[in-house]
């Protein structure tokens, strides 16, 4: 397995919460628990997402995620599994992300992400994320932006180029 995607993680959102309150203990525990079964399967990847439940809507929500993340990243280290995190931030919050947890991290780049949020452009957030992307999500987009395409079937270039013109 390339790595190990605890989804129910970004559903619940305890990593929204520091460690030191229940809900971020609890966020904590679970994310130990993954990086071990990970761990025990020889997985030598966990990716880690900020969206659904675990949306980072303003910087308490940031500093927590990013509380939680670093320890993953301290953990996953003591154990042989480097953590992967997939965003919906800005490139200047994700470099911020990344210079907090310090080592044991990459990005999982999805080119639709910056589509679907707003956040930029695919094509121009690489040239600042690239050096930071272990591995892409690819796929398209209908026009609505909801759901997924196949690739080549979708809306994901025409978007790119909305972008770009407005």
Known sequence: FQSLHPYAL???GSMLFPADEPEGARGKK???MCILAC???GIDNIMLSSFFATYIRNEWDFLAFASQLKHACEFGADHGVKVT???V???ERVLRMLEICKSNIGLCYDTVNPLRH????P???LKTLMPYVDHFHIKDMPSNMKGYAMLGEG???EGVRQRREG
Do not use: F
Request: hydrophobic content about 30%.
């Open 85 to 87: 995190y997939e965003s």
């Open 10 to 12: 970004q559903r619940e």
């Open 39 to 41: 761990e025990a399967m």
């Open 30 to 32: 679970d994310v130990e």
């Open 89 to 91: 931030l800005r490139p």
């Open 155 to 157: 809306s994901g270039v």
């Open 123 to 125: 094509a121009e957030e």
């Open 118 to 121: 707003g956040t930029g452009v």
